[in-house]
């Protein structure tokens, strides 16, 4: 496959508990590492062999083998775009003022106005439309250690005067407006300038060109001084194109033909995942790089045994909890297990621990560096707080195994997902003293939040029709005229 040319590109483009890991010698300051950073949309936690019988991933399985897992790891905000602003930011995406993803008010995939209401949201709590410039990212953050920051992927924090240039990146590739491709077969892309030398060639799959353009990254990467490289895939979001060769075997096991399709999508993820890995390893970088794979929010299909998903009850285990893998073998003891609850603002502070070789501090940040968990150590215990915006349920606490959700119509639930990992039994009514705790820490942590809003007003939003009422909505204004 033809590789994107660079002059292509966008200019110079817990509780205390501790993890079953046996403590490795600590990073030496002779050579920083690299960071690679594989995130996936809307990978759901039980989606990988192992887990569910139907998935192939032997390379996913073999990167478990030579990391840390952490079997519970959360998104503060389980959907795309607040998922990427909290990651990069190491901030709750709630205090951005960010609980939704961002909606597109033109075709082009942009925004004029700074915020904008979802229109079956109880409350019609304004979201931004955009990442502020003014917030501090990881690439930024790690700039200042020494590292070329490079991006490759899905942003979906807002349009091009928002791209990752403008966020500290280096560099980015195929970056778009949009939240997702209009196709994983060419033209990828409605109308933006993502990948668009591929617009006329047939046969060519988006993940693939992925893949490609991040071994390409790999191979010709020869600067004096580590990197970032941040892959936002776009995949496994919908529409659901599975890779043709890949999905009639998937169909002779009986799935309908979307399921079918997903299941060719998740093949292809891995095989880019072992790819890259075997990249790495090529190159003699896997030694000297940090690899985390991880995603933004719970799978779109089933997720058992984890209840709720990214369409519904996605405060449950199975819209907000993820999979994650760590390898860094210079600390990390491979086929290791961390059970301990992390958000993924936590890899914030930990870059700039792994980069820097020193404890990093920030006050201006919720996450918490996990460099002692990846270490066999121990954490400080703490409360995770979770917050999106679009319907009655619209907030959690979880305090070690417990996790207490809330809705707008006055409802509470209360689990152990640990000892209940289905959320099947609503203890609420049982542990009314634990309830009414966790009930007044949520309380505060919301009114904390509210408190750092900016004013929503009709001048700066628009309401989001969603697209059942844009035909209705469209009816009603020419009958009008």
Same mark, same amino acid.
């Not at 292809?268 to 933004?296: E, F, P, Q, W, Y």
């Not at 907030?395 to 209360?414: C, T």
């Given at each position: ?161 928002? /791209?990752?240039? $403008?966020? &500290?990146?280096? @560099?980015? !590739? ?10 994983? +077969? ?50 496994? /979001?919908?529409? $659901?194109? &599975?890779?043709? @060769?890949? !999905? ?10 979307? +399921? ?55 405060? &449950? ?165």
């Amino acid at each position: 496959m033809k590789m994107m040319k660079h002059s292509l590109l966008f200019l110079l483009f817990v509780g205390a508990i501790s993890c079953t890991s046996a403590q490795k010698t600590q990073q030496t300051e002779e050579k920083q590492p690299n960071i690679v950073l594989l995130f996936v949309d809307d990978y759901g936690w039980a989606d990988l062999e192992g887990r569910k019988e139907s998935f192939q991933t032997p390379n996913i399985s073999q990167l478990k083998t030579e990391s840390m897992e952490f079997t519970r790891a959360y998104i503060p905000t389980p959907t795309c775009s607040p998922s990427r602003a909290s990651m990069l930011t190491g901030k709750e995406a709630a205090r951005l003022q960010m609980p939704r993803h961002i909606p597109h008010e033109h075709e082009d995939g942009s925004n004029t106005k700074e915020f904008h209401k979802w229109e079956t949201d109880p409350v019609r709590r304004g979201s931004r439309n955009w990442l502020p410039l003014e917030e501090i990212t990881y690439a930024e953050k790690l700039k200042e250690f020494g590292y070329y920051n490079a991006f490759i992927g899905k942003w979906h924090l807002g349009h091009e005067p928002y /791209h990752p240039i $403008h966020q &500290g990146f280096d @560099e980015q !590739i195929g970056v778009s407006n949009y939240g997702h491709p209009r196709s994983y +077969y060419p033209k990828f892309f409605k109308d933006n300038n993502a990948y668009t030398e591929f617009d006329d060639k047939k046969g060519v799959y988006l993940t693939d060109v992925m893949t490609d353009t991040t071994i390409h990254f790999l191979e010709n990467y020869d600067k004096d001084q580590p990197f970032m490289l941040s892959v936002w895939y776009y995949t496994v /979001h919908g529409p $659901h194109i &599975g890779k043709k @060769e890949l !999905i009639q075997k998937y169909l002779d096991q009986g799935m309908n033909q979307k +399921y079918a399709e997903y299941h060719a999508m998740v093949e292809c993820l891995d095989i880019s995942v072992g790819k890259i890995m075997a990249t790495l390893k090529r190159l003699n970088m896997d030694d000297n790089t940090m690899v985390i794979l991880t995603s933004d929010q719970g799978g779109f299909f089933e997720n058992g045994p984890l209840a709720g998903g990214k369409r519904q009850n996605t405060l &449950g285990e199975g819209g907000a909890r993820v999979p994650m893998f760590i390898k860094y073998p210079k600390m990390i003891e491979a086929g290791s297990e961390c059970n301990t609850p992390i958000q993924t603002i936590d890899l914030f502070p930990t870059f700039m621990e792994v980069a820097s070789g020193k404890k990093y501090t920030d006050e201006n940040i919720q996450g918490k560096s996990i460099i002692p968990l990846l270490q066999g150590k121990e954490i400080e215990e703490r409360n995770l707080y979770f917050m999106r915006s679009y319907e009655d349920q619209y907030a959690a606490i979880m305090n070690g195994d417990w996790k207490l959700k809330k809705y707008h119509s006055g409802k509470f639930e209360l689990f152990n997902v640990v000892d209940d990992i289905s959320e099947k039994n609503n203890l609420v009514q049982t542990e009314t003293k634990r309830v009414e705790q966790m009930k007044k820490e949520l309380l505060a942590w919301e009114e904390e939040v509210y408190a750092g809003w900016d004013e929503v007003t009709e001048e700066n939003s628009y309401i989001y029709l969603l697209p059942k009422n844009k035909k209705r909505e469209k009816k009603r204004l020419e009958a009008i005229k």
